[in-house]
Structures are given as C-alpha cells and as structure tokens.
C-alpha cells in the first residue's frame, strides 16, 4: 500500500482557514480584481475612468467588482452630490498593500507574454493540453 502524501502549504499551515484562503484567492486572484487594483494604483479614480483603463470589463462586471472590493476593505467609494453625480474609488491600506503583488503578477505577464502565448499556439497545433478523446479500434 502506498504512504500518504501530503504536500506543504498554506492549506497545511492553517488547517482552520484553509476554506477562507482559498475564497480570498479566488477574489484577489479574479482578473478583473487584478486589473481594477492596478488601475487604482495609490490615486481615487472615476468609474468612467476605471471603466475606461480596464479594456474587455463590462459595466455589469466593474460594478460587481467595485461592490465585492468594497466589502472587503480593500477600497472605498465616494459620491460627490455634484450634478452629474461623481463617484471615485481609491484603494484602501489594505488594497495598497495588495499593490506590489498584483503589480508584479501583472510585469510576469508582460514579460511572458510571447512564450506563454508560442505555447499555447504550439499547444493548438499539438493537441498537448486538451483532453484526449478514447480512439476506438475496429473489431472484427
């Protein structure tokens, strides 16, 4: 019988939280947060603004983001009872101490963005990745 594996990790670490863990990833984590928490960067932004810098985001998408960041504690919303209404969002302590590591996921990005983009063009023409589907054989 084989012996157990377990592999290190925060989930090893802190048992009790691990559920939490993995919902806080999966925020901060999220594209979109990704982008929105760049975009902010150390300065409150307008939504047309924030909207506007975030290419592919939808309006529906950013105010779902915006409300979820918000809950969160990692940035504020301001409404200026100005005519047109104004509202800015800026990021938090705790939102700016995401900073330094959303930004440096995102220069990975950059800096590999023909590899990992000749991957999966290379992958496309392999098949390496995809599911394998069962190839049947013919019976007599």
Request: proline residues 5%; glycine residues 8%.
């Amino acid at each position: 019988m084989a012996a157990a594996r377990t592999v290190g990790g925060p989930c090893q670490a802190w048992p009790e939280d691990s559920a939490f863990i993995r919902e806080v990833l999966d925020r901060i984590g999220d594209k979109w947060t990704m982008l929105i928490i760049s975009t902010l960067g150390a300065e409150a932004v307008r939504y047309s603004d924030l909207q506007a810098s975030i290419p592919g985001i939808s309006q529906r998408m950013l105010t779902q983001t915006l409300k979820h960041l918000e809950r969160d504690g990692l940035l504020t919303r301001t409404a200026y009872a100005e005519v047109p209404p104004r509202v800015e969002y800026e990021l938090t302590d705790l939102g700016r101490s995401l900073l330094d590591a959303v930004m440096a996921m995102a220069g990975w990005a950059a800096a590999h963005h023909a590899e990992v983009a000749s991957n999966r063009a290379a992958s496309e023409l392999t098949g390496i990745g995809r599911a394998r589907v069962p190839v049947s054989t013919p019976t007599d």
